[in-house]
Structure formats: C-alpha cells, structure tokens
Nanobody, 115 residues
Framework: QVQLVESGGGLVQPGGSLRLSCVAS????????MHWYRQTPGKQREWVAVITRSGGTNYVDSVKGRFTISRDNVKNTVYLQMSSLRPEDTAVYYC?????????WGQGTQVTVSS
C-alpha cells in the first residue's frame, strides 16, 4: 500500500510564496514521474507540473517562471515552490506519483491566494 501526504498549503496574499511538500510512504520499489495537479470547485483537475526520476521538469504555461518542482529521491518527496502567487492559483493541490505498476494520489492541500 502506498500513501501520499501533502502539506504546506494555506492562505497567502497575492505576490506571496508557498512551498508544498508531498511524501510517499509504503511499499515502493521505485518512483518514476512525480506530478502536481490542482482543482477548483466545478472545474476539471488541471495538471500543473511534472518531474521525472532523472530531474527533467515541465510546467503548465500559466505557472512557468513562478513555480518550481523538485524532488528528493531518498526521502520519496516531491516539492512545489510557488512564488508570485495570484488569486487564480487558488485551488486544492494534489500530488501524484507513477511507480512501475500504478499511479497514486494524495488527499490534497488547499492553497488560497487572497488579500
């Protein structure tokens, strides 16, 4: 059984920063790609960023230059450093990982950008 636990969400003013973390635990042989998604009420879940096992990254256009995804393969952890936050970044943020056999999701962490 694999579990993902996100943390680091909260309320921040526009222009501020937050760092999300997601720790994977359980029986994990190898984690391949690690992703961040986000979702607002009434909308489909949106892919935000990915980091491969070798460190390659990609981002949705709306966060390029503001968000940075990173990972620690020893700690089975993925991070999302978010800067220059905007009200439209408000959402529940989810991490997701791919192992050799399956995809797993975290429970989500709320990020609210508001003055």
């Amino acid at each position: 059984q694999v579990q993902l636990v996100e943390s680091g969400g909260g309320l921040v003013q526009p222009g501020g920063s937050l760092r999300l973390s997601c720790v994977a635990s359980g029986t994990i042989f190898r984690i391949n790609a690690m992703h961040w998604y986000r979702q607002t009420p009434g909308k489909q879940r949106e892919w935000v960023a990915v980091i491969t096992r070798s460190g390659g990254t990609n981002y949705v256009d709306s966060v390029k230059g503001r968000f940075t995804i990173s990972r620690d393969n020893v700690k089975n952890t993925v991070y999302l450093q978010m800067s220059s936050l905007r009200p439209e970044d408000t959402a529940v943020y989810y991490c997701s990982i791919y192992t050799d056999y399956d995809q797993y999701w975290g429970q989500g962490t709320q990020v609210t950008v508001s003055s």
